[in-house]
């Protein structure tokens, strides 16, 4: 194939995943609008089809991309069109900046947040040791088990008996566990220092 | 003679099992580090022993051991309610971490794997016993709880070498060494081998795995029955049982019995306990797509007797609304005004599925369709708001009266240690580590 064939054939693609995206897109506005799945005569009419056989390719389409689903009687409903969030670019608290929405690759918030399912726990913090990090007492945070602790993450650490959250600090030799919140001091371990894993998110519930 | 090896292949398969060490407690003891070192005791809502540590085992702790004995041998003891939810998280990402090296991982039980790794030598570039190692390492790991394995050729033979060395043992049994870990074996240890058949080989005086691994086929196949005759292939190092990956995809029986404290002869609370059971069997009759045919109910008094009743139903049925009637009549016929029950137990046999039901000539379709319709709905908004969100009220007096007053009834830790959002019926899949931090 030519360069210009390559081209044309990529440039089809990518027209092609758009015109899909911009349909999905036009069935999940129906869905969150009349809160139900749109028929498929509506289908039809949302589209742009003509056949109600070229809206059955479509939604087989759609069903093998489990972005929707068949119920036990067979009719439609939402599959990944109700669960994730959808991605939005970076948004800057304060300054209002064009965001864009992209309908990118779903990801969960499970997804997002834990790495490795099996070695992950939950903790719940009770001091403020960490706050200038941004967790605070009563804040969630995860802690991965499978990771292995480098100079620079925060960890959950037992020193000399005694359990504690703070950043790792590896200097050769050297390890040092620091917090931060200027009112505690930075641990130097005397005996013992067993870290338990690295705390990989903090979560935070306001509602 | 005795020295001679069993067979002469080496590793014609590799079978691993794995055995998680005093799983209950180990779960505590990994989301309690506290407990670390300590001598931790499970089933404090049972009264008996459910599990111990390393140890609470040292000090003479044993499993089903009653509490008040407990207290008599190791009197610093930590016994603990049993966390059902923590151990099963721990059980399921067990599994799904030995996933990662073989996808022949069978759940034996909920402390327990085969894992079939013959033919992964290749991939790993190393030795099955490298192999074996690191997934112990990474289970131990990763959950913070330690795990005994053993690696042969067989099923039996590998549960032979992870019983041989714990805790955090890791025995390697190939073919050419199979005799010297059945020499010094007794029967008693042998995986299959039950306390009858046992006997009956003790008067050819056969008393270890060795000898009977060694008699001749033509014996074992005329005085001992088809199960028997698999063991000793299995203990030759001639693997018959193959590690099954299969899910529970159907039942034989569906049983829910429960326990309550103290002993009660209030008749609408021993009823409602039953409801109880009866709803939550049909829960997982109907995720099953199953229905009953034959529905037995017992009562057991605190006397430990047992009186049951079995009824046959005329249709296959998994919704609680049709079972009440005959509920009624069996909890009738069976109950005793002065008598004082302890447990009450449901079992739906006779399991069929549900869609293939043919309406006879005595039944309502209307009726029928609309129960199915009502179950949906109960089953979704479980689904959303957590199990048991919408029940029949026959059961109400089981929320209202606990099911174990006084200091057995103790909840897990997790259940009232909740982060927002979470409540007393749905929490986060993720195991709460116990730290203060």
């Given at each position: 194939m030519n360069e210009r064939t390559l081209y044309t054939e990529t440039m089809k693609i990518e027209l092609k995943e758009d015109k899909l995206r911009s349909r999905i897109r036009a069935i999940s506005s129906f869905y969150y609008q009349k809160g139900r799945m749109p028929s498929f005569s509506e289908i039809a009419k949302l589209v742009g089809f003509r056949s109600k056989n070229a809206v059955y390719n479509l939604i087989n389409k759609l069903e093998k991309q489990k972005v929707l689903q068949r119920d036990a009687k067979g009719r439609l409903i939402a599959g990944s069109i109700a669960a994730p969030v959808k991605m939005l670019g970076t948004v800057e608290a304060g300054f209002p900046s064009p965001a864009e929405e992209e309908l990118a690759d779903n990801l969960s918030l499970d997804d997002l947040l834990i790495h490795n399912r099996e070695a992950t726990f939950l903790l719940k913090v009770s001091g403020d040791s960490m706050s200038h990090a941004g967790i605070l007492p009563g804040d969630m945070v995860l802690v991965d088990k499978g990771e292995v602790p480098k100079s620079g993450d925060i960890v959950i650490a037992e020193v000399d008996g005694e359990w504690t959250m703070k950043y790792l600090r590896k200097k050769g030799e050297n390890v040092m566990l620091l917090p931060a919140n200027p009112k505690y001091q930075p641990i130097k371990p005397k005996r013992e220092l067993k870290i338990a894993g690295v705390v990989t998110a903090v979560v935070r519930k306001y509602k | 003679m005795d020295n001679q090896p069993l067979t002469i292949h080496s590793w014609p398969r590799a079978i691993l099992h794995l055995d998680a060490d005093a799983f209950f407690a180990s779960c505590e003891q990994a989301v309690h580090p506290e407990l670390i070192g300590k001598p931790v005791i499970t089933g404090k809502e049972r009264g008996i022993v459910a599990a111990a540590s390393y140890e609470a085992k040292a000090k003479g702790v044993k499993r089903g051991m009653r509490l008040f004995e407990v207290k008599q041998v190791c009197p610093d003891a930590v016994i603990l309610p049993s966390d059902y939810e923590t151990y099963s998280l721990f059980s399921l990402r067990m599994f799904e971490i030995l996933r990662r090296f073989s996808p022949d991982v069978e759940e034996y039980s909920i402390d327990e794997a085969f894992v079939d790794l013959t033919g992964l030598r290749r991939s790993y570039h190393g030795p099955y016993g490298m192999i074996a190692k690191k997934m112990q390492d990474t289970v131990e790991t990763e959950l913070g709880l330690t795990?005994?394995?053993?690696?042969?050729?067989?099923?039996?033979?590998?549960?032979?070498?992870?019983?041989?060395?714990?805790?955090?043992?890791?025995?390697?049994?190939?073919?050419?060494?199979?005799?010297?870990?059945?020499?010094?074996?007794?029967?008693?240890?042998?995986?299959?081998?039950?306390?009858?058949?046992?006997?009956?080989?003790?008067?050819?005086?056969?008393?270890?795995?060795?000898?009977?691994?060694?008699?001749?086929?033509?014996?074992?196949?005329?005085?001992?029955?088809?199960?028997?005759?698999?063991?000793?292939?299995?203990?030759?190092?001639?693997?018959?049982?193959?590690?099954?990956?299969?899910?529970?995809?159907?039942?034989?029986?569906?049983?829910?019995?429960?326990?309550?404290?103290?002993?009660s002869n209030d008749k609408s609370f021993i009823f409602a306990q039953l409801s109880k059971n009866l709803e939550n069997a049909c829960i997982k009759a109907r995720r099953y797509k199953l229905g009953a045919t034959r529905l037995i109910i017992f009562l057991r008094t605190q006397e430990f007797r047992n009186t049951g009743i079995e009824m046959k139903l005329n249709r296959p049925s998994a919704y609680p609304a049709n079972l009440f009637g005959p509920l009624r009549d069996g909890f009738d016929r069976v109950y005793q005004a002065n008598s004082f029950y302890r447990q009450t137990g449901i079992v739906l046999s006779g399991l069929d599925s549900e869609t293939k039901v043919q309406y006879t000539l005595f039944d309502d379709p209307a009726r029928i369709e609309k129960m199915a319709k009502i179950y949906n709905a109960v089953d979704e908004l479980s689904e959303k708001f957590g199990k048991y969100a919408v029940h029949h009220a026959s059961s109400l007096p089981t929320k209202i009266q606990s099911q174990h007053e006084g200091e057995r009834g103790n909840v897990p830790v997790r259940v009232n240690d909740l982060f927002k959002g979470e409540n007393k019926r749905q929490r986060l899949g993720l195991p709460l580590l116990h730290i203060k931090v």
């Open positions: - | 795990v005994s394995v053993g690696l042969s050729i067989s099923k039996v033979l590998a549960k032979i070498g992870s019983k041989h060395n714990k805790p955090h043992g890791l025995t390697i049994i190939p073919g050419r060494d199979i005799h010297m870990y059945l020499k010094d074996l007794l029967l008693e240890k042998v995986w299959g081998i039950g306390s009858n058949t046992i006997a009956f080989l003790n008067k050819f005086g056969i008393t270890t795995a060795l000898e009977f691994a060694r008699k001749e086929e033509g014996f074992i196949k005329k005085y001992l029955s088809k199960p028997y005759q698999e063991v000793w292939h299995e203990l030759n190092g001639r693997s018959f049982y193959p590690v099954t990956t299969e899910s529970k995809s159907s039942y034989q029986s569906i049983s829910k019995a429960k326990t309550f404290t103290p002993p």
